[in-house]
């Protein structure tokens, strides 16, 4: 599979089959993994954040999570295959993973609503194979007590594909501190798929996911605790991409050996 290096990520050019198919290498080799979907929300804060960029250094998988990067590949002519969500996951692979019998787990989400999740799922996928879910009191990734409980229950539990959704970038620093300890072959921070699955949230129209406008939905529902993310920090996309078609410029400059001055 080719890579895209854009932001300084390393972007790996999935589609959702291909990232069906490293999860079942990782899974069938029982190696020890985690997939990181990275949106324009990442990207920004990999910017100032040293321990979210050692968490990127060491991902198994990085895949683009946002109509924003796949129009920036595209005008960068570097043209990622798709955008490739953790909220899409079940919708796109549920049924694979219900054929394959991966155990599942579901850790993130207020009390109720993983169980819910889990409700609404069987009633698309009956044989999808649920072992376990687990709500974390908030502020848990502090509380050692609560976190070896949950590492604990992992090890118990034995899950091919641990779903993590307790916001960026916790969950992912989270899965980087504990994936070696609890095992699992595949760990992926999953956001708010949980709250949209059970109903708590209602998710974006499909046609605002596919014009790049999800962004505004999530923002008319929880205004409060999102305005700053994507009307301060997400803006700040635009210098990002201008960054990157000068980077861009500069090297093809340098290949065809044009010199300014």
């Known amino acids: 599979m080719s890579r895209v290096t854009m932001f300084d990520v390393h972007f790996d050019n999935y589609d959702f089959l ?14 020890h993994s985690y997939i990181l979907t990275c949106n324009v929300d990442h990207l920004i804060k990999l910017r100032k954040d040293a321990e979210f960029q050692k968490v990127y250094s060491g991902a198994g998988a990085i895949v683009a999570d946002g ?7 595209r005008m960068l002519r570097k043209p990622l295959k798709q955008k490739v969500s953790g909220s899409d996951l079940f919708t796109k692979l549920g ?10 787990f579901f850790l993130g989400s207020a009390v109720g609503i993983p169980e819910q999740a889990v409700k609404n799922l069987k009633l698309v996928f009956p044989n999808l194979n649920i072992v376990g879910c687990y709500s974390p009191s908030y502020g848990f990734e502090k509380k050692k007590e609560e976190n070896e409980q949950i590492v604990q229950m992992l090890i118990d539990t034995q899950p091919d594909i641990v779903f993590v ?38 998710r974006a129209p499909n ?20 305005w700053k993310r994507y009307l301060v920090h997400d803006a700040m996309f635009a210098v990002l991409l201008w960054r990157e078609v000068i980077k861009q410029f500069k090297m093809k400059r340098e290949g065809t050996g044009i010199k300014s001055g």
Do not use: C, H
Request: charged fraction near 20%; proline fraction near 4%.
């Open 207 to 226: 046609i605002m996911q596919k014009t790049g406008f999800e962004w505004f939905w999530r923002l008319a529902q929880e205004p409060r605790r999102l």
């Open 18 to 31: 291909d990232l069906l198919a490293y999860m079942d290498e990782v899974i069938r080799q029982k190696n």
């Open 67 to 73: 109509m924003p990067i796949i129009w920036a590949s």
């Open 165 to 202: 959704g307790v916001g960026a970038p916790k969950q992912e620093k989270w899965i980087y501190q504990n994936y070696l300890q609890y095992k699992v072959p595949i760990s992926i921070g999953v956001g708010a798929t949980f709250d949209f699955i059970s109903g708590t949230v209602k």
């Open 95 to 104: 049924e694979a993973f219900a054929s394959r019998q991966y155990k599942l």
